[in-house]
């Protein structure tokens, strides 16, 4: 059993699928198998189930699989610092979020770091939820997750950082774009645009309209906010979106937001494995973000953590 048998086994797990750790590693889907079944044979046990759309682990491969992710994502840490060390203001900071996140939360923030830490090399890697984000972070290799902040998750950190409200985004026609404010029932008949099946903005949602008794038909659904906005505003539907500073004014002529008060916010931030194991590099990333997104968002008191 080596390091690399692990971080492939954990791999998969976090993918499900042999053919797309291959393909990551620029390897063969049989030397995938070779690390997998070598681990099987050392174990004794079977650790992934085959199903029609890929692999899962059994329960003693998720046993394995906890186990792995933690202390690999500690290795992979430990080594990263050592890098930097030995490189001295260089290094580089890893951040795993969603495709708009940088544009909406992080760029000014991306420029005042370049030019504080010019030699130091930041790494994006996209997402198409915060879950993913999760498995991301546990697998090892990654400083930081921007989320929207969920319940909590074993081995992960989160820190609350924006609030974000509900609107209505509607095309400027439409009849319901003179309101000031929408209460839940008022949807009921909305034409929605459905948010990413697998974000947790879409499942906080769904959850809320179900206690509301609300269920608005939807035959149109998006990989992200900005695509639900564009779509709004070219009067295919209605899109029950957090509201973001971006979306108001000249660039967005023909779009309303309107205040839902009655949905619960979202709160978006960080997610780490540990704060106090974060590279300083890291951390002042982390702080250059929000001192940003203080500055951008209105001021809010974060939950308690």
Known sequence: MTLDD????VAVCRTGSLSAVARDLSCT?????QHIKRLERETGVALLERHPRGVIPTPAGQLLHTAAAGGLGDIDHALRRLRDLVHGEGGSVRVTTGATTVRHFMSEAVVAFRRQHPKVSLE?????SS?????ALL???LDLAWI???EPVRGIEQRPVVELPWVLAVAADDPLASKSRLNLAELADIRMIALPENAISRSRLDAWLTEAGIAPRSDTSVADWDTAILLAELGLGHAIVPDLPAWHGPAHPDLRLI????LPALWTGWAVRRWNALSPLARTFADTVEQHCDATFPATRPPPR
């Open 6 to 9: 692990l971080r492939v086994f």
């Open 29 to 33: 889907q049989s030397a995938v198998s």
């Open 124 to 128: 994006f890697e996209t997402t198409h």
């Open 131 to 135: 879950r993913s984000c999760f498995d």
């Open 139 to 141: 697998a090892g290799g």
């Open 148 to 150: 929207t902040l969920d």
């Open 259 to 262: 205040p839902v008060p009655e």
